[in-house]
C-alpha cells in the first residue's frame, strides 16, 4: 500500500510569485486535507476536498485555493506570496469522508517566500 | 470554535523512565476524537493514539497509554519505558462535529536521553 506523497520536499519562492504543491492520496483515499505548519507551530487547516469539490475551509484567504483530481491526488495553489506564507504544508488522505477523522500524513512541503 | 492547549513547550525524560505531556480542550460538543501525533525530525506526522469521547475506557497502544477526563477536558498522554526513538514534537490534536479538520495544539518538544 503506497503511502502520501507530497512534492517538491522544498521550494523556495519570492514575495508575490505564484506556487503550486502536489499530493498523492494514499491508494483508495478519497479525501484530503491540507495544513500550513509554521515554524515552532500546531499545523493549521486550510481546506479539505471531498470528490473534487471543497468540503470545507479554515480561516484562508482565497488566495490559497486547492484541487482535488478524479485519480484523488491533489494541488494546493498560493498566489501573491507573502512572507508568513513561509511554512511546512502537510497534506492527509481519508479512506471515506464519515471517518475522514482517521487522517494520514504526507511528509510536507517546506516553502520558503524571501 | 474549540481550542487545544499543550502547556509544557518541552519535556525531558531518561531512557526507559515514564513521561507524561498533558493536554487539555475547550469544546461544547458531546461527541469527538482526540488524538496524539508525533512528528520527529523527519516531519511525518504519525498518530499515535486516539480516543473516542464516548467511550469510558483510556486507549492504550503498546508503551503509550492515555488519560482522558471528559469533564475536566484534558487528555494527557504517558509514555513507558521510554526510547530514544521516541524523541520527536508531540501534538495533541481534537475532530469534533464540523467533520472536515483536526485543530492541533501548539506541540511538545520531548527529548530522551540516553
Known amino acids: 500500500e503506497t503511502g502520501v506523497t507530497q512534492s517538491p520536499t522544498h521550494l523556495i519562492k519570492t514575495r508575490g510569485q505564484q506556487v503550486t504543491l502536489r499530493c498523492s492520496s494514499q491508494?483508495?483515499?478519497?479525501?484530503v486535507s491540507w495544513y500550513q505548519q509554521a515554524l515552532g507551530q500546531g499545523p493549521q487547516f486550510i481546506f479539505q476536498?471531498?470528490?473534487?469539490?471543497?468540503?470545507g475551509r479554515g480561516n484562508f484567504p482565497p488566495r490559497f485555493s486547492g484541487l482535488q483530481f478524479p485519480n484523488y491526488s491533489s494541488e494546493l495553489n498560493v498566489n501573491a506570496l507573502e512572507l508568513d506564507d513561509s511554512a511546512l504544508y502537510l497534506c492527509?488522505?481519508?479512506?471515506?469522508?464519515?471517518?475522514?477523522?482517521?487522517?494520514?500524513f504526507g511528509p510536507g512541503t517546506r516553502l520558503t517566500v524571501t | 470554535a474549540q481550542t487545544v492547549t499543550q502547556s509544557q513547550p518541552e519535556m525531558s525524560v531518561q531512557e526507559a523512565e515514564t513521561v507524561t505531556l498533558s493536554c487539555t480542550y475547550d469544546?461544547?460538543?458531546?461527541?469527538?476524537?482526540l488524538f496524539w501525533y508525533k512528528q520527529p525530525p523527519s516531519r511525518q506526522m504519525i498518530l499515535v493514539i486516539r480516543?473516542?469521547?464516548?467511550?469510558?475506557q483510556n486507549a492504550t497502544e503498546n508503551r503509550f497509554s492515555v488519560n482522558f477526563q471528559k469533564a475536566a477536558k484534558s487528555f494527557s498522554l504517558k509514555i513507558s519505558d521510554s526510547q530514544l526513538g521516541d524523541t520527536a514534537m508531540y501534538f495533541c490534536?481534537?475532530?469534533?462535529?464540523?467533520?472536515?479538520?483536526?485543530?492541533f495544539g501548539t506541540g511538545t518538544r520531548l527529548a530522551v536521553r540516553p
Open positions: 492527509a488522505s481519508s479512506l471515506v469522508i464519515g471517518a475522514s477523522y482517521e487522517q494520514y
Open positions: 491508494s483508495g483515499h478519497n479525501t
Open positions: 476536498y471531498y470528490r473534487e469539490e471543497e468540503n
Open positions: 469544546t461544547s460538543e458531546n461527541n469527538y476524537y
Open positions: 480516543q473516542e469521547a464516548y467511550k469510558q
Open positions: 490534536a481534537f475532530w469534533g462535529s464540523s467533520g472536515d479538520k483536526l485543530t
